[in-house]
Structures are given as C-alpha cells and as structure tokens.
C-alpha cells in the first residue's frame, strides 16, 4: 500500500513539472502573439515568461489559498448536508470506513 502512495506521489510530481511548464510555454506563446502587436512591447522568453506567471501567481493570491478555500467551502458545505441525511448506522459506517482509510494501524 505504501509503494501505492509513493508511485502516487512521484506520478504527482511529474505532472506537476510538466503542468508548471506547459503553462511557461502558454505565456509565452500568448505574450509574444499578443504583447509585440497590441501594446509594442517586447518578445519575452520562457523563462520571462514563467517569472511572470509565478509573480501573477504571489500578487493575486494563488500561494495564499484564496482559490482553494472558496472551493473548500462548497466542499464541506455538500458533506455537512449528505451527512445530515445519513442514518446514525449509515453514519457509523462512515465513520470507520474514514479511520480505515486514515489510520493505518
């Protein structure tokens, strides 16, 4: 189960790195089709381009949280309501099939 998790993790990291540069290359393409034209600005590099994705990133918010938690809110919000439908027996159940899954022992 553990080499499950870790393949998981691994498997994680790459998309990770492959998403992290797929979204450098989108900015770039993005800036030097649109910037140079519009405005007459400068063609930028990959990694211009990827500084400025991770300083849009710190400026609005993306390593604060601020997505997550509204999704989060929706999250708890549709477990609070399944959860009051749930019969105590139903709720137990739950209840150890989380342990199980949390907690091995």
Known sequence: MRRHWI???IM???????AAF?????AMSLW???MPEIFGL???SYW???GLLVLSWIFFGRF???HWHRHGHRWRH???ERWMQMTPEEREKFRQEMHGRWHHD
Do not use: D
Not at 12 to 18: D, E, L, S, T
């Open 7 to 9: 393949a998981k993790g």
């Open 12 to 18: 994680f990291g790459i998309f990770a790195v492959a």
């Open 22 to 26: 797929l979204f450098g290359y989108v």
């Open 32 to 34: 030097n089709w649109l």
């Open 42 to 44: 400068k063609v930028i």
């Open 48 to 50: 211009q381009a990827f």
């Open 64 to 66: 604060r949280g601020g």
């Open 78 to 80: 549709r477990l609070a």
